[in-house]
Structure formats: structure tokens, C-alpha cells
């Protein structure tokens, strides 16, 4: 079993529709949790993080969380067609960042 | 100020040659990172120097040979790489869970 999974995708939403990108973890002693960005040929960019259980919200962003379901996922409200990119989920293990295969992600216009 | 600055941005180099990426932030993070990424794959984990100590090896070969001269500052130093070296190699930093990215640099061994 995979340490973090993501659907590969492509997840195809059209513009101003919410976008839910999902990721589940297999170590249940995981405390920190984040979401990145990355658009083709470019680095990850951090656009979210969540320690607790439940929502945290930024701008169109939010991420939710439920350590009991090993469960974290990522929801884009009003979908812009800049938002087609790759995102990775991560999990903090011993000092490490665990990414997942990313899930891609097309908005069209 | 979330800036972790790598260079160079591109390295084309050959199997012989011996090179160094570098990598520079001054945000006070206490722990920098090395990862390797191949095309449509996540980011791999090589090394990790925690308050300027090598704390993770991720059974990397020897070819690539990390330093960390100060908090500010992680090198890598590669040397006899192979092809299949090719890859984004990015640095990061974080003061305590959530990791920022440099640019990377894009290598191409020939």
C-alpha cells in the first residue's frame, strides 16, 4: 500500500464549477497535511496546509481533513481554467515530506 | 518572504564532469532539502540536513554528495552521473512542517 494515494486523473471540471481533489494516507501518526501546486515544468508551490480535523478555508480553497478516515481533500470553489495543473498531496512523516502521484486537473474554459 | 533561490536553473552536463547545484535561503528555516523529480512523477526525497546536519539519507547513490556550509545555504555536488540522472532537482527549506520550493534546476546528463 501506498504511503499517499491520489486519483491521477485528468479530473476535467468546466470554469466556475468546484473542483474536489481527494488523497488518503496510510500512517495514522501523520499530524500535518498540505496541498501544492504544480503547474508543468515548474516546482511545487504550497497553497494550502491543515493540522486539524475539519475545514480551513483560503480565498476558493479548502481543505478538509479526517484523521479517523485517513481522508484529506482539496476543494477549489469557482474553477478558473489557470487552475489546470497538477496537485500533490503531502503527509509529514519522521522528518520527511511523502508526496502522492498528483492529481491532474483541467478546467476548461 | 517564502524565497528559496536555486541555481543554475539549467545544467547540461556531461558523464565525466563534476558540477554543483546550490541552493539559498534566509528565512531562518532550520531545515533544508534535496528532492529529484522525473517527468509526471511526485517529488523523491533524497537528503535532509536539519540545523546543518545530514539527518535523512534516502540511500541516494554516492555520485550525489550533499554539503551544508551554513543554515542559509545546501549544495549538491554531483559527479560520474548517469542518463538516468536527468531529472528537476529541487531544493527546499521549512522551519517546522510546511516546506517552500525553489525553482529547481533542470539537469540533463548527455
Not at chain 1, 478516515?69 to 498531496?89: E, F, N
Request: one cysteine or more.
Amino acid at each position: 500500500q501506498k504511503e499517499v494515494e491520489q486519483n491521477s486523473g485528468p479530473l476535467s471540471v468546466p470554469e466556475g464549477a468546484i473542483a474536489s481533489l481527494n488523497c488518503t494516507y496510510s500512517d495514522r501518526g501523520s499530524q500535518s497535511f498540505f496541498w501544492y501546486r504544480q503547474y508543468s515544468g515548474k516546482s511545487p508551490e504550497l497553497i494550502m496546509f491543515i493540522y486539524s480535523n475539519g475545514d480551513k478555508e483560503d480565498g476558493r480553497f479548502t481543505a478538509q481533513l479526517n484523521k479517523a478516515s485517513q481522508y484529506v481533500s482539496l476543494l477549489i470553489r469557482d474553477s478558473q481554467p489557470s487552475d489546470s495543473a497538477t496537485y500533490l498531496c503531502a503527509v509529514t512523516g519522521f522528518q520527511k515530506l511523502v508526496f502522492g502521484t498528483g492529481t491532474r486537473l483541467l478546467v476548461s474554459p | 518572504d517564502t524565497e528559496v533561490t536555486q541555481t543554475p536553473k539549467h545544467l547540461v552536463m556531461g558523464m565525466t564532469n563534476k558540477k554543483s547545484l546550490k541552493c539559498e535561503q534566509h528565512m531562518g528555516h532550520r531545515a533544508m532539502y534535496w528532492y529529484k523529480q522525473k517527468a509526471k512523477k511526485p517529488p523523491e526525497l533524497m537528503f535532509v540536513y536539519s540545523y546543518e546536519k545530514l539527518s535523512i539519507n534516502e540511500s541516494v547513490p554516492s555520485r550525489f554528495s550533499p554539503e551544508c556550509p551554513n543554515s542559509s545555504l545546501l549544495n549538491l555536488h554531483l559527479h560520474a552521473l548517469q542518463p538516468e540522472d536527468s531529472a528537476l532537482y529541487l531544493c527546499a527549506s521549512s522551519q517546522r512542517t510546511e516546506a517552500f520550493f525553489g525553482q529547481g534546476t533542470r539537469l540533463t546528463v548527455v
